[in-house]
């Protein structure tokens, strides 16, 4: 099944490839990956998915956390989240198609970034199925270009991933007492 | 200069690199000097180092990870960058499956000409990423001194291993103030010191208390953790048997009653039985490799699993265990002793006793003496001689690894040392120099195949020219045994590339300036034993062994722990004698 990570590290160089490195390494699939800011530019957060049985997904988050520049891993699969992704599809449109296209987009909640003569660009966020779901009823007008950023998710109502990034000295560390499940 | 004195001073990257190291403990560095380290090396002359030379830089790093084994602490390599850096790629690797704590210090191009393929430019830290616990490029002086101070905290704590430490040239040239107290570890996401929770130690304590046929599994994080006389009590009071890893060997004194011997591949048939037959697994700092467990489908299928274990992610990797106890081993077994219930199983014991069975009659010591030199005869004499002192036997890889791990009988930690996750041949020579440097006391022996030898053997004259009493045993069989060996068992005797012809290691021995034999009958081991001992300085011996001996017992890769192929009882002459 589709894992899903919220997974915050330390905005340093080469943490993106540390991370990469890890799943090609240890032979996990990822099916996702974004990257990007926090409200604290220390911190970077990712959001993951992978296919893994339950096993493989206790392993993932455990080698994840091996890594120095990992601050948090969650694994957010059966809590109840916001799960985005979003898409710019430019989509033929000559003048009779036009109107068909511009019914679909408004009928998916999709917005027109950008008119051409011959073609339409729509915007689209939502869930990963939703996005599926109006490339194919745009697909018979011809889509010529698509990009996807990548799902982003968050958590739900009150539980919030947050992440402390006081200075921490050894003695600290070796004083901190946690406990995360294998 | 006093240390108050240097708290806040300017100084260059390179004499704060030296400075740190100091203040770290480091008192002996493994390296090799070159274009992108010079000033580091230049900036050596002012400290208390003592810097030796090595003649490869993989010889660098294993002489660190020997140094690191023989002591517990952090060993240190310094290379340059380019072929310097990437030369110690299999010796990082190796300390990394081995868990074990070192530093390696790499010169950089100057961070101008970092991505412009300047001379001698590599990507080391991308190279050496999936073998290092962690590593650094540093392109300023003003990061050297956190730098350090971080890979030392990084390479010894939790589950050891290799850090890496990456310096431009010009981070090593430029100066900055060096504060030291204001350089400390920023390593927020590292989390080394985890501990189990109540209900688990209630779980474990529960299924120990009900297990009928139990066994521990002592590996390697035993003698890490320092968790000798915690086992033994345990094992003691519990009335547990004790199986021991390759690279745990030691954790529990052999002479032990309760001692079962090696597990696995190559470990005794009614080690591998007991395990089969257990109804309780208690892993104490191992890490269940598929050279201990074999077919895992058929791996103690009726036992429970208590997995102590420091590392989380080692956590149901191979094996599915029903307790994990995540945390430091000597801290989990400290609050698992009181609560321990002494138990007879002499039932139990007994029925492993039954086990042993015809073990003794296929012993290769037992065999008549037919003239011929086995090399577990040379181990098992050298065993006998060296048994009461300080010895530390430093292996390297293959059929003389395994023979030494049978026939040697291990009481302390810290006395073997040898390579097992990486099965590095070429080991033994560079890390017994790490070895007798960390113990000068202590009387160490390189136990090493004629294949593995020729690897590193330029060492001989970093031996030379540091003046070190190390004794090397070279096991000779003109073949790469252990290869040679599965084409006897898997392809049908197909000798393809395993036969050697080899120089008179003697001689060469000589030409070094090492006093050197060549033994070939077994009258000669124990006389050439002693002299090597009495000896002041290095000693080479050159058995001439057996060429076509086998290990036995054999767990084919693949098969289930008790299928194992074993020496013949009747036949006891090898294959050579046919």
Known sequence: MLNTYVVYVENK????????????RRAFNIDSLTVGRTEKPEVSRMTITVDADQDQARRIEANLYKLVNVLLVENITNQPAIVRDLAMIKVAATHEARSHVLELASVFRARVVDVAPESLTIEITGAEDKIDGLLEVLRPYGVLEMVRTGIVAMRRGKSSSTVSTATTTDQDVAEEDVSHSV | ????????????????????????????????????????????????????????????????????RASGQVGVAVATSGPGATNMVTGIATAMLDSSPIVCITGQVGSKLIGSDAFQETDITGVTLPITKHNYLVTHASEVARTIREAFYVARSGRPGPVLVDITKDAQQSTCEFDWEAAKPQLPGYRPDLSPDRKEYEQALELIHNSKRPVILAGHGIIISGAMNEVREFAERAGIPVALTLLGLGAFPASHPLNLGMMGMHGEAWVNHTIQEADLLLAFGMRFDDRVTGNLKTYASNAKKIHIEID?????????????????????????????????RSEWLDSIDRLKGDAAVRDIQNLPDSGHLYAAHVINDLWRETRDGDTVVVTDVGQHQMWEAQYYKHEKPRSLITSGGLGTMGFALPAGIGAKVARPEADVWVVVGDGGFQMTLCELATIVQEKLKVNIAIINNGFLGMVRQWQEFFYERNYAATPLLNPDFAKLGEAYGIRSMTVTERSQVVPSVQSARQHDGPVLINFRVEQEDTVYPMVAAGASLHEMIRRPSKIVETAADE
């Open chain 1, 13 to 24: 160089p080469g943490v993106l490839t540390r991370v990469a490195s890890l799943f090609r």
């Open chain 2, 1 to 68: 200069m006093t240390r108050q004195s240097v708290t806040r001073q300017s100084m260059t990257g390179a004499s704060i690199l030296w400075e740190c190291l100091e203040r770290e403990g480091v008192q002996h560095v493994f390296g090799y000097p070159g274009g992108a380290i010079l000033p580091a090396y230049d900036a050596l002359k002012g400290s208390k180092i003592h810097h030796i030379l090595v003649r490869h830089e993989q010889g660098a790093t294993h002489m660190a990870d020997g140094y690191a």
């Open chain 2, 312 to 344: 989380p992610a080692e956590i149901n990797k191979n094996v599915k265990v029903d307790v994990p106890l995540v945390g430091d081993l000597r801290e989990v077994l400290h609050e698992l002793l009181p609560h321990v219930e002494s138990i007879d």
